[in-house]
């Protein structure tokens, strides 16, 4: 049997720093994801530290009798600690030359090598159906990792929540349909 990796980014939340909480809209997301994992035995669940992720899968944390299992690993990429106004712009950049670091920031390719690390060390475990729980930009870097084609757009395509399905040797694929 193989492996099946479920990557979900948080939903909708307040704002971006590690303590904001969920929307009355993400909460209603949350409740989403059970509906679309009703038929999936869920062996493992991995989390952000943040609070909007965690709030996220609660849920069906709950419904599975799952422990939510939280590594610092999965928390989002800094991209600077500085004040950027072109940040956007700065963003861009760093998904063409994955080794451009800013101010106190991370490199897009130390973030990917953050999160790729958490994916495989999961992956050699016993689990057969796990949930990693994550963000947008670290998210995106995983998914460019194991398809180099993904880039800024398909960035800023991501919705809250968005599921993508990984397993080993095949292209990613986005189970989360357009909802809005």
């Given at each position: ?15 971006q720093p ?72 700065k963003l ?89």
């Open positions: 049997m193989s492996k099946n990796m479920y990557i979900i980014r948080h939903c909708e939340a307040e704002g590690p303590e904001s909480k969920l929307t009355e809209k993400g909460f209603d997301q949350a409740r989403t994801l059970v509906e679309l994992f009703s038929n999936t035995p869920i062996d493992r669940i991995i989390s952000s530290p943040f609070i909007r992720a965690i709030q996220s899968i609660e849920p069906l944390s709950k419904k599975t009798n799952s422990i939510i299992e939280v590594d610092e690993r999965l928390a989002e990429r800094t991209l600077s600690t500085e004040d950027l106004p072109d940040w956007l712009e861009k950049a760093t998904y063409d030359d994955l080794e451009l670091k800013y101010e106190g920031g991370e490199s897009s390719r130390e973030a990917m090598d953050r999160i790729v690390s958490v994916v495989e060390e999961a992956l050699e475990s016993d689990a057969e159906n796990i949930i990693i729980v994550t963000h947008g930009n670290i998210m995106s870097l995983l998914l460019k990792n194991y398809q180099e084609s993904f880039g800024f757009e398909d960035w800023k395509s991501l919705r809250n929540p968005d599921v993508f399905l990984l397993k080993r040797g095949v292209v990613p694929v986005r189970l989360t349909q357009d909802s809005e």
